[in-house]
């Protein structure tokens, strides 16, 4: 109780101001995202790379794309961890601050799309809290979850490697988040129209 009644009158960073007023009008705009975590505690755990697509009426927008490593110097050195997979890639480094303040002014008001997306949404989260922000306020639709409802299956969930194979979706030896999030985004569009979904 006294945490929400700090929080209102709290001055938010201009970029999370700024995504807020986003969410004005309803957006058709989906976010496809996969991140790639050094773990799965939110709390303990980083990210330390995000790959987005956005889709429009149907179609992915290569050109529309986000991809970044994120420099976690810090928590790599914190826990004994090798630094190569930063200093390997050739994708775009920023700091955590900086990676984060860029994919919220990317998603907007998007609806975001992921396998396990709420895991996603939970890493960003996280993240946001250390810069004093709320928590994300896009709705989130998950591809396993959209999987399951299509064919009434309640006792069990898929990777996204086993989604690819009924769906006959190639898999690539490069493992990336980008990759993964494309994936994603080409299930995501043949559960969507098979589902009927806008």
């Not at 001055?11 to 969410?23: G, H, I, M, N, T």
């Not at 303990?44 to 149907?58: C, H, P, R, T």
């Not at 008001?109 to 992921?114: D, F, P, Y």
């Amino acid at each position: 109780m006294l945490d929400w009644l700090k929080n209102i009158n709290k001055e938010y960073p201009d970029f999370w101001q700024a995504y807020l007023s986003k969410f004005e009008k309803k957006s058709k705009r989906y976010v496809v995202l996969c991140t790639e975590t050094s773990g799965l505690n939110s709390h303990k755990d980083v990210i330390l790379s995000i790959g987005a697509f956005a889709i429009i009426n149907n179609s992915i927008y290569i050109g529309d794309s986000f991809e970044t490593v994120l420099l976690q110097y810090k928590y790599c050195h914190d826990n004994g961890l090798s630094n190569e997979f930063i200093v390997e890639s050739k994708m775009k480094k920023l700091g955590e601050p900086d990676a984060i303040k860029a994919f919220i002014d990317f998603i907007g008001n998007a609806t975001l799309v992921g396998h396990h997306v709420h895991f996603d949404v939970e890493m960003i989260n996280a993240a946001l809290e250390k810069l004093e922000c709320g928590r994300l306020k896009n709705e989130a639709l998950d591809i396993d979850i959209m999987y399951r409802k299509l064919h009434d299956i309640t006792n069990k969930q898929f990777s996204l490697d086993e989604l690819c194979d009924i769906y006959k979706i190639p898999k690539s030896d490069r493992n990336s988040s980008s990759e993964d999030a494309y994936k994603i985004a080409l299930l995501f569009l043949k559960l969507k129209s098979r589902l009927g979904l806008n």
